[in-house]
């Protein structure tokens, strides 16, 4: 099973989709929009850890996108 998840406002938006690895734990693929019309700014990203299960990996996943959403809003870095 793959779990997908998604939390949006009116700017920006996280999407994650987990997956399993050969070790029997799983990853999760991050993919983070920001801004609007000409200026959207797209970034995927695999996380950098493998979690025991699919709702962890998912929630984990969220949770960097999320982080990177807000450091990127405050700029925090550009990319």
Same mark, same amino acid.
Do not use: N
């Given at each position: /099973? ?10 920006? %938006? ?8 050969? #070790? ?6 991050? %993919? =983070? ?14 996380? #950098?850890? &493998? ?5 962890? &990996? ?7 996108? /999320?982080?990177?959403?807000? /450091?990127?809003? %405050?700029?925090?870095? #550009? =990319?």
């Amino acid at each position: /099973m793959t779990l997908q998840g998604t939390i949006h406002e009116r700017d920006w %938006s996280v999407e994650v989709e987990t997956r399993p690895c050969e #070790s029997g734990e799983f990853r999760c693929r991050v %993919s =983070v929009e920001h801004g609007t019309g000409a200026a959207r700014f797209h970034h995927t990203f695999e996380h #950098s850890h &493998a979690y025991p299960t699919e709702h962890e &990996a998912a929630i984990e996943g969220l949770r960097a996108g /999320m982080t990177w959403i807000e /450091m990127k809003a %405050s700029q925090t870095f #550009s =990319v």
